[in-house]
């Protein structure tokens, strides 16, 4: 139980790699606190958590509605007045498609969401965290979010939004690591996401593989296990 006592906030753990890494964080005995756009799919991870053993809660919250996001770090405060990790997942991907294709309610939705919806967020639960004696941020940004990146599918309003995200977290890590909060942020490029309740979770993998899910978790668990006096600022990863 290696982050047994851990309070881990996940956005955006409605599905995919949210949904991976809560389930895992908690077999690992950390309690989670998860958000989704719809409470029911917050709500449906939550409870597959408690399958594998582990405590969570569910909570609704859309990262592009100000409003929405204080609501749901006022519902996690009623719940603890303390979080130790605040993982920013939370980013609704667009696909390119051709720049002029995606709605202009498309384009403004992904980049409030993403770029706004994580700042709003660290913000709000930055009290909770400095109550901890082991905060530590983590923001899965994305390589769309590395200057010069141009090999992903996604749309360029997707882009925006996680080099936002990396201009955010590069100047936190700096002004929060005098307060003891560790901002650590993981720049992967396209991964495959297979079931962590299904034997491909632990099937081998090798070079030639693309990156996956179960090696970010990794990443994540060896994050936030340092001592404390490791600051680790920045993942990067070969592009396969």
């Not at 200057?147 to 360029?156: L, P």
């Given at each position: 139980?290696?982050?047994?006592?851990?309070?881990?906030?996940?956005?955006?753990?409605g599905?995919?790699?949210?949904?991976?890494?809560?389930?895992?964080?908690?077999?690992?005995g950390?309690?989670?606190?998860?958000?989704?756009?719809?409470?029911?799919?917050?709500?449906?991870?939550?409870?597959?958590?408690?399958?594998?053993?582990?405590?969570?809660?569910?909570?609704?919250?859309?990262?592009?509605?100000?409003?929405?996001?204080?609501?749901?770090?006022?519902?996690?405060?009623?719940?603890?007045?303390?979080?130790?990790?605040?993982v920013?997942?939370?980013?609704?991907?667009?696909?390119?498609?051709?720049?002029?294709?995606?709605?202009?309610?498309?384009?403004?939705?992904?980049?409030?969401?993403?770029?706004?919806?994580?700042?709003?967020?660290?913000?709000?639960?930055l009290?909770?965290?400095?109550?901890?004696?082991?905060?530590?941020?983590?923001?899965?940004v994305?390589g769309?979010?590395?200057?010069?990146?141009?090999?992903?599918?996604?749309?360029?309003?997707?882009?925006?939004?996680?080099?936002?995200?990396a201009?955010?977290?590069?100047?936190?890590?700096?002004?929060?690591?005098?307060?003891?909060?560790r901002?650590?942020?993981?720049?992967?490029?396209?991964?495959?996401?297979?079931?962590?309740?299904?034997?491909?979770?632990?099937?081998?993998?090798?070079?030639?593989?693309?990156?996956?899910?179960?090696?970010?978790?990794?990443?994540?668990?060896?994050?936030?296990?340092?001592?404390?006096?490791?600051?680790?600022?920045?993942?990067?990863?070969?592009?396969?």
């Amino acid at each position: 139980m290696r982050f047994a006592g851990h309070r881990v906030v996940v956005t955006g753990a409605g599905r995919g790699f949210g949904r991976s890494l809560a389930i895992e964080l908690a077999r690992d005995g950390a309690e989670l606190f998860l958000s989704a756009r719809r409470f029911a799919a917050a709500e449906d991870v939550a409870e597959e958590v408690r399958h594998v053993g582990g405590r969570a809660h569910a909570f609704e919250c859309d990262l592009a509605d100000a409003e929405s996001v204080r609501d749901f770090v006022d519902a996690v405060g009623e719940v603890r007045d303390t979080v130790d990790v605040l993982v920013n997942n939370g980013a609704p991907y667009l696909d390119a498609g051709g720049f002029l294709e995606a709605s202009d309610e498309e384009v403004a939705e992904t980049i409030a969401a993403g770029a706004a919806g994580t700042v709003l967020a660290t913000k709000a639960f930055l009290p909770l965290l400095l109550r901890s004696e082991r905060p530590d941020i983590v923001t899965l940004v994305s390589g769309c979010g590395e200057y010069g990146n141009h090999r992903s599918t996604a749309h360029e309003a997707f882009y925006a939004a996680k080099a936002a995200q990396a201009g955010f977290t590069e100047v936190l890590s700096k002004r929060l690591r005098p307060r003891g909060v560790r901002v650590m942020s993981l720049y992967p490029p396209d991964f495959d996401n297979p079931d962590p309740l299904s034997d491909e979770w632990d099937a081998e993998r090798n070079a030639g593989d693309a990156l996956s899910a179960r090696s970010l978790v990794e990443t994540v668990r060896f994050a936030i296990g340092q001592p404390r006096d490791c600051f680790i600022k920045s993942f990067y990863f070969e592009q396969a």
